[in-house]
């Protein structure tokens, strides 16, 4: 959650109102912030300093009350003075939303086909009129600092450049070259570096520290953004510094304001925050914004567009919806007039299929509104939260475990007992380890359309490859008795016909318990044995014709020892299973080597299902995971096995 620190009597002044430190909390509170700390610059530097500051040193610090406020990390338009001023104006009523006024410029950037390795967007606009304050310069570089640390990801994703366009040329030209065709003067020395060279100096120099972290975004690459003027002049090299050439002053009028990054999405979103909240400083007009050309010399990316965008979008909610979801009864009016103060009017109404659906206007400030919810917590917002009445609930229940969850727990513990030692591992599997490794043939599965890594490409259909990596990473352990392993989690499963909330969402979780154990022997009968503890715990009975395999006996008795053990049973009636000779329909196991467990219960009409498998894992399954003792694994479906 960030924090904004705004000095108290700046922001009083521009609310045009005093508070008290409790009622601007209270503020705070109905707003849907936190005011989190009330210091001053003097009182930080003691709480951080290890030594007593001297006279001198405290003299030179201020004693101004500074307020840190405590801001939602979706709310990009709260993170300077200014947005979080004008949110509040808004909020009590004393000022409308703004309005932004797009202009068009003849201003043009072109992007080289190069940038495609590294950084391949960019967009940019123009807010001309500007009047620099001492205040407004600090709040408008703090701006940027507070996005690159939020919604830019550390500049992973977008880097911010500002420029004073009077001493630039356009057109401009977004470029990425070797390091060594780069030279500039950087926004931190009088002197020219070589782009491989100042990033070196970058990494090591202790004064440049907070320019470190921001080094390996770009160093290893064999190119380097860089955006120039007309001239050839640097204006910044993107995510690191800005030219010294064209750097902002307290003189500067006219502002050239450039985004480059990974991702267009987050790219627009940053311009268009940085737009919005000092747009109000443009004259003669304020919130005038002039848009730049971008051009791309290759389709490859885009064929180019308008910056900024600034759209105005359209939400829609139903009434009922909203009402039931914040727990009040407010009229389609009364939304109406509620969404002015979260700046999400104008608001209409319509109908759809017989219900009341209110469609609200989205400015280009709030891009944290993606979904009818957030409509309605503004709404809820709008209202307050303290003015929604206290009611007894309708219906009167008692919490509690779901019966899955519960199964799961209490097996955990027993099979633990039994010597096994439980893992958590990933959900995401690669194709490889998931299906090939197992030797199992492709099939659908829900698969990343962008993966991190090419071992988080799908989503698990089985538990058996986590508990194998395990296995592989583990070879140092003692396998002489034998190393025990198991999971209970799920996996997922396509399923085209499966329905969440009347939307066919093709997939579904399936709760799963896998064990393995390796050691000297194959311990077949040791999951053998664990398949049937599993089974006796879940008051599942054995077929008749499965119990009179038993090779145990009654000491000094004929009679079958299992046939007294079934006497004292605990078993549901209706549910029975047993265990079959595997048809090695699943080549993960050894051919001859493997078992299916049957069952069938009231659940499925008396037909037999199958609810699991075991056996001995292949040798080529082995030595793909480098596996280097016998192992048996099983696998049973938990959601099969409840009442």
């Known amino acids: 959650m960030p924090t904004l620190a705004v000095k108290r009597d700046a922001l009083f002044q ?28 003097l009182e930080e530097a003691e709480k951080v300093s290890t030594t007593t500051l001297t006279k001198s040193e405290k003299a030179k610090l201020s004693t101004d009350v500074i307020y840190k406020i405590d801001l939602p990390a979706n709310r990009y338009d709260l993170l300077c003075l200014e947005g979080l001023s004008r949110a509040l104006l808004i909020f009590l009523k004393m000022i409308p939303s703004p309005t932004y006024k797009l202009v068009e410029g003849t201003q043009t950037i072109t992007v080289k086909p190069s940038t495609e390795q ?41 880097a911010i450049g500002t420029h004073d366009l009077d001493t630039v040329e356009g057109p401009f030209t977004y470029d990425a070259r070797a390091p060594n065709d780069i030279s500039f003067v950087p926004l931190t020395h009088e002197t020219e570096f070589k782009a491989g060279e100042l990033l070196e100096l970058y990494a090591t120099d202790p004064e440049c520290k907070h320019l470190k972290p921001y080094v390996p975004i770009i160093q290893s690459s064999p190119v380097y953004p860089v955006i120039e003027d007309a001239q050839n002049r640097v204006l910044s090299l993107p995510p690191i510094i800005n030219g010294n050439h064209s750097k902002i002053s307290l003189n500067t009028k006219n502002v050239l304001i450039e985004c480059t990054g990974t991702d267009l999405t987050k790219v627009n979103i940053v311009l268009d925050t940085m737009l919005t909240m000092f747009g109000q400083y443009t004259s003669p007009v304020p919130y005038t914004v002039e848009r730049l050309q ?3 010399e290759s389709t490859n990316i885009s064929k180019g567009y308008s910056s900024p965008e600034m759209q105005l979008r359209e939400m829609t909610a139903g009434v009922e919806f909203c009402n039931s979801l914040i727990g009040i009864n407010l009229t389609c009016g009364e939304m109406v007039e509620l969404c002015e103060k979260v700046q999400l009017g104008p608001a209409k109404l319509g109908d759809v299929d017989g219900e009341e659906m209110l469609t609200v206007t989205v400015p280009p400030t709030r891009s944290d509104i993606l979904h009818a919810v957030d409509v309605a917590e503004d709404i809820g917002v709008a209202f307050g939260f303290n003015n929604i009445v206290k009611k007894v609930p309708k219906t009167c229940t008692v919490g509690g475990e779901q019966p899955l969850n519960k199964l799961g727990d209490l097996l955990r513990e027993e099979i633990s007992r039994a010597g096994y030692t439980e893992v958590l591992t990933h959900g995401l599997a690669s194709i490889h380890d998931n299906f090939t490794a197992l030797r199992l043939p492709t099939t659908p599965a829900v698969s990343l359309s962008n993966p991190a890594n090419i071992d988080y490409q799908v989503v698990r259909t089985t538990l058996l490859p986590g508990l194998l990596l395990t296995l592989k990473h583990n070879k140092s352990a003692s396998f002489t008795s034998g190393f025990k392993l198991f999971e209970i989690s799920d996996v ?3 399923d085209d016909d499966h329905v969440v909330c009347d939307s066919i969402v093709g997939a579904r979780n399936a709760r799963r318990i896998c064990a393995v154990y390796a050691g000297p022997t194959s311990g077949f009968e040791i999951v053998h044995g664990l398949v049937d503890r599993i089974m006796t715990l879940c008051e599942i009975c054995p077929e008749t014709e499965y119990v009179s395999n038993s090779l145990k006996k009654g000491s000094g008795s004929d009679d079958n020892f299992a046939d007294e053990e079934e006497k004292c049973r605990v078993t549901r009636e209706g549910w029975y299973y047993r265990v079959v000779e595997g048809d090695d329909s699943i080549p993960t196991y050894f051919e001859g080597r493997s078992a299916h467990v049957l069952m069938r219960s009231p659940n499925t009409n008396g037909e037999e299902i199958r609810v699991g498998t075991f056996g ?14 016998p192992a048996t694994s099983m696998e049973l479906d938990l959601e099969a096995l409840l009442w």
Do not use: W
């Not at 521009?14 to 849907?32: H, I, N, Q, V």
């Not at 709040?139 to 940027?144: G, P, R």
């Open 118 to 158: 590294i950084r391949p967007f960019v967009c940019g606009a123009i807010l001309r009129g500007m009047v620099f304050t001492p205040e407004i310069y600090t709040s408008f570089m703090e701006l940027q600092d507070q996005l690159h640390r939020n919604v830019c990801r550390q500049r992973t994703l977008v």
């Open 294 to 296: 971008v051009n791309y």
């Open 14 to 41: 521009t609310l045009s109102k005093t508070y008290t430190d409790e009622e601007f909390d209270e503020l705070c509170f109905e707003f849907g912030i936190e005011l989190d700390d009330i210091t001053s610059e």
């Open 616 to 629: 001995i894992l292949h040798p080529e399954v082995l030595n793909t995971f480098d596996i280097l003792y």
């Open 492 to 494: 997922v499963l396509r």
